[in-house]
């Protein structure tokens, strides 16, 4: 799997399997990017907000691929909202981690993390974050852009004021927790989804029915998880700095049946996310 990618709408080609390095501080971060482009992995996704870029750019140069045939994202920061700002984050992340360009930046939330899921959705903010993303892509410094946590009216926003269109669009998705009408929505605008979180923050390996369903598969419950996401046609995003759950987590060559893909689908939704409960994303409010 960690040959094959989907194609954005410019052409440019994405790994379907991305490394997500969330909460992996910026010293074991540059030994996973180096454990993981070991092992096969070509996509790395990073943020501002992970405070681990410069850590990502360490581990792509220690690592033993070519730059160019690595897909390094990162994101804006949620809180970033007007054009001058957003200018100077973009080339803060390329000093960060040492790079020319990246290949891709999203927006990584529509409103601060402090206000995430209120009633501001920063219509106009977001419009001038993008803005300094489209002239970064016409620069060279982006080959792609994008979002990660917008909802329909977010998306809209983007879609009636843009000259570029966001190539794909982040968001929460895994066994327990499926947003099929965002999902269908955003990839009826031509954006691919991608899927962060896809094993739940590991919380999906105590559901004795995702359990059962692996078992059944004769494949681990990350697994499970993760062909779910590709069989939805999103790219998961799954986080981990250990060797073997990267290769793990790359196993996923195999195929869930129609049933239980739909009963996958309409498994109760997940109401604790133990240690990251307290993350906007997860349900939880930032002080």
């Known amino acids: 799997m960690l040959t094959e990618a989907y194609e954005l709408p410019n052409g440019i080609k994405i790994p379907k399997i991305g490394l997500g390095t969330w909460m992996i501080g910026n010293e074991e971060v540059k030994q996973a990017v180096v454990d993981a482009v070991k092992i096969g992995y070509r996509h790395l996704d990073t943020a501002q907000a992970y405070e681990n870029e410069r850590g990502v750019g360490e581990g792509i140069r220690a690592s033993s691929a070519a730059r160019e045939d690595l897909f390094i994202t990162t994101k804006l920061a949620a809180e970033i909202k007007s054009y001058d700002e957003a200018v100077a984050s973009i080339d803060q992340s390329l000093e960060k981690m040492g790079l020319e360009y990246v290949d891709m930046m999203i927006i990584h939330s529509p409103q601060p993390w402090k206000e995430f ?20 892509y016409k620069e060279g410094k982006i080959r792609a852009i994008g979002l990660s ?6 998306i809209d926003n983007i879609l009636e004021s843009c000259t570029v269109k966001p190539m794909v669009n982040q968001i929460l998705v895994h066994i327990s927790n499926t947003p099929l009408e965002l999902i269908h929505y955003t990839q009826e605008q031509g954006i691919l989804v991608e899927a962060y ?33 590709l069989q939805l046609g999103l790219l998961p995003l799954p986080k981990t700095a250990n060797p ?4 793990n987590n790359a196993d996923v060559d195999f195929s869930i049946t129609e049933e239980d893909m739909e009963f996958l689908k309409t498994i109760d ?8 409960s307290g993350m906007p994303v997860f349900g939880g409010k930032l002080d």
């Not at 896809?198 to 494949?219: C, F, Q, R, S, T």
């Not at 939704?269 to 990251?276: H, L």
Request: glycine letters at 6%; aromatic letters at 10%; a negative charge.
């Open 117 to 136: 899921r209120g009633e501001d959705r920063y219509f106009e903010g977001n419009r001038e974050a993008w803005r300094a993303l489209e002239d970064a």
């Open 149 to 154: 946590n917008f909802q329909k009216e977010d």
């Open 197 to 229: 979180s896809p094993i739940a923050h590991g919380e999906l390996m105590k559901n004795e029915k995702v359990v059962e369903l692996a078992d059944k598969y004769n494949v681990t419950v990350p697994q499970l998880s993760i062909r779910y996401t």
């Open 244 to 247: 073997d759950h990267m290769k």
């Open 269 to 276: 939704t997940i109401k604790d996310y133990g240690e990251a």
